[in-house]
């Protein structure tokens, strides 16, 4: 009901943007600094592209939807509340049946790694045990074709644009 002194509290309804983009690259930026950048994605369908951060790990936060992911790992399902993340130069797109909406946090120059543990040791804040990793299964063989694809790299805020005359999602091991 009341704040005293020079801090103000912030609310962003970011749920509340109605911008929506098939790329990564065209979310709304709502926060950022030379760390971090915060962007809210509203995906509308199926990613028409890759795309490649070479600014720094990628962590998505899925708030609404569904789907499936491909990326130079192989394919990985999900579902709101799961948080996915991307490291640095891995070329990833979403495949979904409906209109997702995403939290992007991006460690700028940095990486994201997994917290110490401290005295709580296994009875820390998760379970190792419960992270998924993609897999090479059939969905992800099923998306390699011999039809051209682009990928959109974004380097320094800047986006660079290569064709390739396949998927190039086509790592094995």
Request: charged share 20%; proline share 10%.
């Given at each position: 009901t009341s704040w005293e002194g020079p801090l103000r509290p912030r609310a962003f309804h970011l749920d509340r943007i109605t911008h929506a983009s098939s790329s990564p690259w065209g979310a709304t930026r709502a926060l950022s600094n030379q760390h971090v950048k915060v962007r809210w994605w509203n995906l509308p369908g199926d990613m028409t592209h890759l795309a490649r951060n070479a600014d720094g790990d990628e962590l998505l936060f899925v708030h609404r939807g569904h789907g499936d992911i491909f990326c130079d790992y192989g394919h990985l399902r999900f579902s709101e509340g799961d948080y996915v993340l991307f490291?640095?130069?891995?070329?990833?797109?979403?495949?979904?049946?409906?209109?997702?909406?995403?939290?992007?946090?991006?460690?700028?120059?940095?990486?994201?790694?997994?917290?110490?543990?401290?005295?709580?040791?296994?009875?820390?804040?998760?379970?190792?045990?419960?992270?998924?990793?993609?897999?090479?299964?059939?969905?992800?063989?099923?998306?390699?074709?011999e039809t051209p694809w682009q990928v959109v790299i974004k380097r320094r805020d800047r986006l660079s644009t290569v064709t390739f005359p396949h998927n190039p999602l086509d790592a094995v091991g």
């Open positions: 490291p640095r130069g891995c070329m990833w797109r979403i495949a979904t049946p409906e209109t997702c909406q995403l939290l992007m946090i991006e460690a700028s120059g940095g990486s994201y790694q997994l917290p110490e543990r401290g005295p709580l040791g296994q009875h820390a804040v998760f379970d190792p045990a419960r992270l998924e990793t993609p897999t090479l299964n059939e969905a992800f063989e099923a998306q390699q074709t």
